[in-house]
C-alpha cells in the first residue's frame, strides 16, 4: 500500500511537470485556468476578467460553428435525407443529458455482416471543434456520391462505419476542453501504467458511453479528430517509466503505416517541421495516461490514431470548406484502409462446417485478434510489402499457420481448423460444466474443499474484503483530489 501511494505522488507531481506539451493543448487558456483556480484578489481578478474576454472571443469564433442543437438537427436530418444507407442511435447521454448520436453508414445499416467496421469521432475536447464539422460533411459526401465516386462506393459497400461527432457536447457549449464536471475525458479510460485510473465508478458518462459502444460491437480500427497541432499521432500514448520517449507498440509498423496514410493523403501534413513526415508516437510527443487510444487497442482490438487535424483549434467558420478539403482523402483513404490492407479471412471448423471465434497470431507480434462470433471472420490490419505468419488457433483445435506475402491491397485467407482428438476421460472439468449444467461440475469443486479448509478461506476473504474497502475508500478520495488537479494541469497541457 505504501509503495502505491509513493508512486502514485511521484506520479502526480511528475505529471504537473508536463511543460513542454505546447502543441496537444491551449497554452493560453490553461494558464489562465490554473491561476483563477481558487486564488482570489487583484490578479485573479485580472485573470478572471482575461478568462472572460477568452469566453467572448471564443464565442466570436465559434460562429458560423454548429451548435449542438445544429448537430442533433443535421444528424437527423442525414438519417433521412440518406436512409438507404445509414441509421443513427445513441451510445448513451452527456453529463447534461446530450445525446451521443453516432451515424452508421454502411449499404446494410445495422445488419451485422462479415465485413470490418471503422469508427470515427471528434470534439472529445470541447474546444476541439473542427473535427465534427469535417464528419457530418465526410457523411454528407458519402451520401451525395455513393454510386457516383469509386471509393464512397467502395466504403459504404465494404465497410461499416460508424461516426460520433461529438463526444464531449457540453464541453463545446461551455467552450472548454473538458466535460461538464471539467474532467479531461482523454485522460478518463483505464490505463495499462497508471492502474490507479482503473476505477469505474470515477468514470465520466461520456467515457462510460463509449466503452459500452466499444463492448457491443467490434471496431477493427478507429481515428479520434482533435486540434491544436496538425499530426497523426499512435499508440503508445503512455511509456512505462512516464519518460518521454519512443514507446513501441507491438503494431508500431501497422501504426506507422495508417498514420502515414493519414498524413500522406492530407494536403500539407506530411510537410511538418516538427514530426518527420507529420506522423508522432505519442510518448515521443509527450505521454499521457488515461487516454482512449491506447485503450482501444490493448482491450479492444481497436487500432486507433489520434488525428490532429490543425495548429488553430478555431479556426474562423469560413475556412471550414477548405479544411475539408485538406482532410477529405486521408479521411477517406483511413477508413478504406480496414478493408483495403491486412489479411481478412474467416476462420471454420472443419467438423461442422460453421464459424469458429478463433483468434489470428502474427509471428513477432505480441498481439492477437479475435474473429467475430456470428461469422467468424477476422480483419488483421498489417503494413504491406512484407511476409507474415499467420496463425489460427482456438482452445480445442490443431492451430494452423499460414505464410503469405502482403503486397500493397488486402489479401483474403481462410482457414479451417481441425478439432483436436480429445478422447473423453481427458476432459476438463470446464469444459464438463459448459457441457452439461446439471452442476455435478461445481459439485465436485466443493468437495475438493475440506471443511477446514473451507472455513480458513472463508476467514481470509472476509480480513481481505474488510482491508480492501478501507484502502479503496482513501484511494478514492486521494483519486478524486488528483484527478480535479488533472483535469486542470490537462486543461492546460492540450
Ligand atoms: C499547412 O497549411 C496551413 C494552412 O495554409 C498552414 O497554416 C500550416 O502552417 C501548414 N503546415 C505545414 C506543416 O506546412
Ligand atoms: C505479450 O504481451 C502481454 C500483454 O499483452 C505481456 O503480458 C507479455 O509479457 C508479452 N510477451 C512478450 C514475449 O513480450
Ligand atoms: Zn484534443
Not at 112 to 135: I, S, T, W
Not at 183 to 196: A, G, S
Not at 243 to 260: E, G, H, I, V
Amino acid at each position: 500500500m505504501a509503495n502505491f501511494t509513493i508512486v502514485s505522488m511521484v506520479l502526480f507531481f511528475l505529471s504537473l511537470g508536463f511543460k513542454d506539451v505546447s502543441a496537444r493543448g491551449d497554452e493560453q487558456s490553461l494558464t489562465i485556468r490554473g491561476f483563477a483556480d481558487g486564488e482570489t484578489g487583484f490578479w485573479s481578478r485580472n485573470l478572471l476578467l482575461s478568462e472572460d474576454n477568452r469566453f467572448r472571443e471564443l464565442e466570436e469564433l465559434a460562429r458560423g460553428y454548429m451548435t449542438n442543437a445544429e448537430l442533433e438537427k443535421s444528424v437527423k436530418e442525414y438519417a433521412q435525407k440518406c436512409r438507404n444507407i445509414s441509421r443513427i442511435y445513441s451510445i448513451g447521454t452527456s453529463v447534461k443529458g446530450f445525446p451521443l448520436w453516432v451515424i452508421e453508414i454502411s449499404d446494410k445499416p445495422g445488419e451485422e455482416e462479415a465485413e470490418p467496421a471503422f469508427k470515427l469521432l471528434a470534439n472529445m475536447h470541447g474546444d476541439e471543434p473542427v473535427g465534427r464539422e469535417l464528419l457530418l460533411l465526410l457523411a454528407n459526401w458519402l451520401c451525395e456520391n455513393y454510386l457516383k465516386d469509386h471509393l464512397a462506393t467502395y466504403i459504404v459497400r465494404n465497410i461499416h462505419l460508424h461516426i460520433l461527432p461529438t463526444m464531449n457536447p457540453d464541453g463545446f457549449s461551455l467552450r472548454r476542453r473538458g466535460n461538464a464536471n471539467n474532467v479531461d475525458l482523454n485522460r478518463d479510460f483505464p490505463d495499462q501504467f497508471f492502474t490507479e485510473n482503473n476505477d469505474d465508478n470515477l468514470r465520466q458518462p461520456e467515457t462510460k458511453a463509449i466503452m459500452k459502444w466499444m463492448m457491443e460491437r467490434k471496431f477493427i480500427a478507429s481515428a479520434s479528430l482533435h486540434g491544436g497541432a496538425l499530426v497523426a499521432n499512435y499508440p503508445w500514448d503512455g511509456s512505462e517509466d512516464t519518460r518521454k520517449q519512443y514507446y513501441a507498440s507491438p503494431d508500431d509498423k501497422t501504426f506507422r503505416y495508417l498514420a502515414s496514410l493519414y498524413s500522406q493523403s492530407h494536403r500539407n501534413m506530411s510537410l511538418s517541421k516538427e514530426f518527420q513526415g507529420g506522423i508522432t508516437n505519442g510518448a515521443s510527443w509527450y505521454p499521457i495516461y488515461g487516454g482512449m487510444q491506447d485503450w482501444n487497442y490493448i482491450h479492444r482490438g481497436c487500432f486507433e490514431l489520434t488525428l490532429e487535424v490543425g495548429d488553430n483549434k478555431w479556426p474562423k467558420a469560413e475556412e471550414l470548406p477548405a479544411l475539408w478539403k485538406d482532410n477529405k482523402m486521408s479521411l477517406l483513404n483511413l477508413v478504406a484502409s480496414v478493408a483495403k490492407s491486412g489479411v481478412h479471412g474467416r476462420i471454420l471448423s472443419s467438423k461442422t462446417g460453421l464459424p469458429l471465434p478463433a483468434s489470428i497470431k502474427i509471428k513477432d507480434i505480441n498481439y492477437t485478434v479475435k474473429a467475430g462470433q456470428r461469422f467468424g471472420d477476422y480483419h488483421r490490419l498489417l503494413a504491406p510489402s512484407q511476409s507474415y505468419d499467420v496463425t489460427a488457433f482456438m482452445p480445442g483445435y490443431e492451430s494452423k499457420t499460414t505464410r503469405i506475402l502482403l503486397e500493397n491491397g488486402a489479401m483474403n485467407l481462410d482457414f479451417v481448423l481441425i478439432p483436436e482428438e480429445e478422447p473423453k476421460d481427458h476432459m476438463d472439468l470446464c469444459n464438463g460444466c459448459q457441457c452439461n449444467c446439471d452442476n455435478k461440475g461445481k459439485l465436485e469443486v466443493m468437495e475438493v474443499f475440506n471443511r477446514n479448509h473451507f472455513q480458513i478461506t472463508l476467514a481470509l476473504i472476509a480480513i481481505s474484503g474488510v482491508l480492501c474497502l478501507i484502502f479503496m475508500g482513501r484511494l478514492r478520495l486521494k483519486l478524486q483530489k488528483r484527478r480535479q488537479l488533472v483535469g486542470h494541469k490537462r486543461t492546460i497541457v492540450a
